[in-house]
């Protein structure tokens, strides 16, 4: 499952009695930003792909094939984000960040990827769909808080597309999951049998339901930490600008 990282987000100043987090150096700012940038910029290559692809075919069916490698080119990018956290560039917690961007990677690579039989399930394109529009608006958040120049319309946006993106990826993840199951109990996949040398087993399509049976308590605490957060961010600002 991969919740979009809320992250942390300058509020509008208090009295000054709280003390102000020390920020990257210039260098890795100016890294970040490319970072972002060209992040941002990759996500909108696969939007527009997959608009291009719609208006060509006249159908919403099999568009996977039109953005599969920029998807699986940018998704695997975001591996960065972890090496971010673990070197310090970027004050989030390096395993809340890999189990939200490994959860992604793990779902390009392990299942749609790996059980062509599921890419022209409907439900590929219910997950592809908000993690494009979730990510054009985290990077592109991510960005100008980066150059301290956030626009309200950015923030708002990344503090409420959630409410229907979010559910509606772990909607395609957990039928794309499900959709190959039958696929990977009938050919083995990745599944490791008894007896071999290592004296190891490991049933891949178990494994797969255990993943499935991970989001029903994992969902609703990230999804409801991100709803307080909204209101934390929103409401502060909104506050702020009643005083104002």
């Not at 100016?30 to 719609?54: D, E, H, K, P, S």
Request: net charge positive; charged share 15%.
């Amino acid at each position: 499952m991969s919740a979009p990282a809320m992250g942390t987000s300058k509020t509008a100043p208090n009295d000054g009695s709280h003390k102000k987090k020390k920020g990257p150096g210039t260098l890795a700012t100016a890294y970040l930003v490319i970072y972002n940038v060209v992040m941002t910029a990759g996500w909108l290559v696969i939007a527009v792909g997959l608009v291009r692809a719609y208006l060509t075919r006249g159908s919403y069916h099999g568009l996977y094939y039109s953005i599969e490698k920029p998807l699986k080119f940018f998704q695997t990018g975001a591996l960065l984000e972890i090496l971010h956290c673990a070197v310090g560039i970027v004050p989030s917690s390096v395993v809340l960040t890999g189990f939200q961007v490994l959860s992604r990677v793990f779902l390009t690579w392990a299942v749609t990827h790996s059980v062509r039989e599921v890419q022209s399930e409907d439900s590929v394109l219910l997950f592809v769909v908000a993690w494009t529009i979730t990510e054009i608006i985290r990077y592109s958040f991510y960005t100008f808080s980066l150059l301290n120049h956030l626009p309200y319309l950015i923030k708002w946006a990344r503090y409420t597309f959630f409410i229907v993106l979010y559910p509606m990826g772990v909607t395609g993840e957990l039928l794309t999951i499900y959709a190959a199951l039958p696929y990977v109990q009938k050919t083995g996949l990745y599944s490791v049998t008894l007896p071999n040398k290592y004296n190891f087993s490991f049933d891949y399509y178990t494994f797969l339901i255990l993943t499935m049976v991970s989001y029903i308590p994992l969902f609703p605490q990230l999804y409801f930490h991100m709803l307080r957060q909204r209101k934390k961010v929103l409401g502060h600002m909104e506050e702020y600008t009643k005083v104002e």
